[in-house]
């Protein structure tokens, strides 16, 4: 059971390490490869684009031909891609080698997801996903951090040749250490009776990926505007951003980290529903904040409603399947990818301001999610302590 744990987290890795690394380089990049900063701000949209790319058949191969495969090759796609990025002249040929690494990324998130809704169980499930969701809430702070001591002594290509070897080390570790975990490799062929009853139409199953998407898209559009907003709106500095930024990605993994806890006291029903109250409060919080203070609280609200909710409601969504994780966990991850996406442009080629975006997505999620957690509700809902074995 270890090693598909470690192997799933080291997958679900590459991929905020792909977006968060390069940032510090970003001004270097840009001289070098002779383009604006700003031409290569849509490197972060290009790798989602990668990403969802990869969904679209990566989870349907997953399902064919085993979790492993898909993992290495992922892996492989994710390495080549960092050394063609390294290897740049051009800004077409960096953002070529961005697409490609998000490629790769989507592949192995996939993947992690279909594994470990194969290995583990409802409850255990929604208490990993929450630990994965705090380990993730690390990397947009260490990622930069690292990034900038390493380009104290080197230059930006730097980065992704440590990407490269990112990229090698999962490959390394989905061949030698990850097994084959899709039970429809152990047959000649799937029952009819799973296949049948792992509908990606069902109510159930369509609750959570809009449920999942409206999340990712509150937290995606938090961290998109939190600059403009923080920096502009609020006048702090950048070390000061820096440090907020930090603070609330340590809020967000101490929940995080605490939910596996909560879950055998609540049931999962009761912390979704209290992280949308967490979420609709940061939005009355926002719009009514008076000081740099109170809005500082609402960000906090914002951080801690998504930690304590999401890893439950993913856990959720993978629950009916079995033989088909892989095709479910694709149809999630391109639902989140494009939805947060279409928000976030559709708000800024409208003129909305960047505290009023993050409002709207606030209030529609938290409603939203209200309702389909009421009326759609889930076949294992109760507090571990209350559970009747066998």
Not at 207 to 235: C, D, F, G, K, W
Not at 308 to 329: D, E, I, N
Request: aromatic share 8%; charged share 10%.
């Amino acid at each position: 059971m270890a090693r598909f744990l470690f192997c799933s987290f080291a997958l679900v890795l590459l991929y905020p390490s792909g977006i968060d690394m390069y940032l510090v380089g970003l001004p270097h990049i840009a001289a070098d490869l002779h383009a604006s900063e700003a031409q290569l701000h849509i490197a972060f949209s290009v790798y989602l684009a990668g990403m969802a790319t990869a969904m679209l058949i990566a989870g349907r191969l997953a399902d064919k031909a085993g979790r492993q495969p898909v993992a290495i090759c992922g892996a492989i796609v994710f390495a080549l891609a960092s050394v063609l990025c390294a290897n740049a002249t051009t800004s077409s040929l960096f953002l070529a080698g961005r697409f490609i690494q998000g490629t790769g990324a989507g592949c192995c998130y996939v993947v992690a997801f279909a594994i470990l809704r194969d290995t583990l169980d409802d409850r255990r499930r929604a208490k990993v996903l929450s630990l994965l969701n705090g380990i993730t809430c690390i990397v947009p702070v260490l990622a930069p951090v690292i990034g900038h001591l390493i380009m104290l002594r080197f230059p930006w290509q730097s980065l992704f040749w440590v990407m490269t070897g990112m990229g090698v080390i999962v490959c390394l570790l989905s061949t030698l250490v990850l097994k084959e975990s899709h039970p429809g490799t152990q047959a000649s062929q799937y029952s009819a009776q799973p296949l049948a009853s792992e509908s990606l139409t069902s109510r159930f199953f369509i609750s959570r990926v809009i449920m999942t998407t409206l999340s990712v898209t509150a937290i995606l559009t938090y961290v998109n505007i939190s600059p403009v907003l923080l920096m502009e709106v609020l006048q702090f500095d950048r070390g000061e951003y820096s440090t907020i930024m930090a603070l609330t990605a340590l809020i967000s993994m101490v929940v995080a980290f605490s939910t596996p806890f909560a879950l055998t006291r609540f049931s999962q029903r009761t912390l979704m529903l209290v992280a949308q109250g967490l979420l609709f409060a940061a939005a009355l919080v926002l719009a009514s904040a008076s000081s740099n203070a109170v809005m500082l609280f609402g960000l906090t609200l914002i951080c801690s409603g998504f930690s304590l909710g999401f890893g439950v409601t993913m856990s959720q969504a993978l629950s009916p399947f079995s033989q088909r994780a892989g095709v479910a966990s694709s149809v999630l991850g391109i639902a989140q990818v494009c939805g947060s996406s279409l928000y976030i442009w559709l708000a800024a080629v409208s003129g909305v301001s960047a505290l009023n975006m993050l409002i709207g997505s606030l209030i529609s999620c938290s409603m939203v999610c209200i309702l389909l957690i009421t009326f759609v509700s889930a076949r294992v809902d109760a507090p571990d302590h209350e559970k009747i074995p066998g």
